[in-house]
C-alpha cells in the first residue's frame, strides 16, 4: 500500500475549538489534497498543495487553513470548529500528473459536538 | 464550471448479474481523465477504473468496464457477475488537465449486492 496515514482516525471537539488533522506520506509526492465527504455531496476539495509552502483553495474552503512545511506532512485545521464541519476527511496524494488518480488516506471522521 | 453527476443514488443487484452505474460530467477542457473510485463500509477509497478522455477504446479492469460517450460527456461503470464484495458506495470523478491535479467527484451512489 502508499505510504499515507492520516490522524486521528477518529474525533469529537466542541464548537469554537481549533482542531488540526495530520496527513503524512512517504511517497515523496508533489501534491496533497484536503477533501471532506458529506452525503448527498460527494467529496469536495478543501485545500490542495503542490508544493511545500504552496497552497492554494478548493471549492469549500471557509473556515479552514491548512500547511505544508515538509514535504511529507500536510496538516489541515479547523480555526474554531462549527457544527456544519462535522464530516469525514480524506487526505490525498498525487504524483505523476494529472492521468493518474489519487492515493487516499483511510479518512477522519471529526464530530463537532 | 466543472460538474459531476450521478443521478442514481442507490443500486441493488443479485449476486452474479450485472449492473450498470451512471455517471454524466461537463468540462470545457478537451483533454482529461475520468475514475471510478469504490469505498466499501471501511471507507477507503480504492481506485476502480480510469479513462483518458482521447482514448476511444473502453477502458476494462477484470469484471469492471466502462462506457465512454465523449459527445454525450457520459461515462458510466458496468460490474458484471457480481459480487457481494462489490456491495460500496461508487464515486466517478472528473480530472480535467492542466489544473493541478484537482479531482471533481460526483455525488456517488450505494450500490447494495444481495445474495
Known amino acids: 500500500d502508499a505510504g499515507i496515514t492520516q490522524s486521528p482516525r477518529h474525533k469529537v471537539t466542541e464548537t469554537g475549538t481549533p482542531v488540526t488533522l495530520r496527513c503524512h506520506q512517504t511517497?515523496?509526492?508533489?501534491?496533497m489534497y484536503w477533501y471532506r465527504q458529506d452525503p448527498g455531496h460527494g467529496l469536495r476539495l478543501i485545500h490542495y498543495?503542490?508544493?511545500?509552502?504552496?497552497?492554494d483553495k478548493g471549492e469549500v474552503s471557509d473556515g479552514y487553513s491548512v500547511s505544508r512545511s515538509k514535504t511529507e506532512d500536510f496538516l489541515l485545521t479547523l480555526e474554531s470548529a462549527t457544527s456544519s464541519q462535522t464530516s469525514v476527511y480524506f487526505c490525498?496524494?498525487?504524483?505523476?500528473?494529472?492521468?493518474?488518480?489519487?492515493?487516499f488516506g483511510s479518512g477522519t471522521r471529526l464530530t463537532v459536538v | 464550471a466543472q460538474t459531476v453527476t450521478q443521478s442514481q443514488p442507490e443500486m441493488s443487484v443479485q449476486e452474479a448479474e450485472t449492473v450498470t452505474l451512471s455517471c454524466t460530467y461537463d468540462?470545457?477542457?478537451?483533454?482529461?481523465?475520468l475514475f471510478w473510485y469504490k469505498q466499501p463500509p471501511s471507507r477507503q477509497m480504492i481506485l476502480v477504473i480510469r479513462?483518458?478522455?482521447?482514448?476511444?477504446q473502453n477502458a476494462t479492469e477484470n469484471r469492471f468496464s466502462v462506457n465512454f460517450q465523449k459527445a454525450a460527456k457520459s461515462f458510466s461503470l458496468k460490474i458484471s457477475d457480481s459480487q457481494l464484495g462489490d456491495t460500496a458506495m461508487y464515486f466517478c470523478?472528473?480530472?480535467?488537465?492542466?489544473?493541478?491535479?484537482?479531482?471533481?467527484f460526483g455525488q456517488g451512489t450505494t450500490l447494495q449486492v444481495k445474495p
Open positions: 468540462t470545457s477542457e478537451s483533454n482529461y481523465y
Open positions: 470523478a472528473l480530472r480535467p488537465s492542466g489544473n493541478t491535479g484537482k479531482l471533481i
Open positions: 498543495s503542490y508544493g511545500v509552502k504552496d497552497t
Open positions: 479513462q483518458e478522455a482521447y482514448k476511444q
Open positions: 511517497e515523496n509526492h508533489r501534491y
Open positions: 490525498a496524494i498525487s504524483d505523476r500528473g494529472n492521468s493518474y488518480g489519487y492515493t
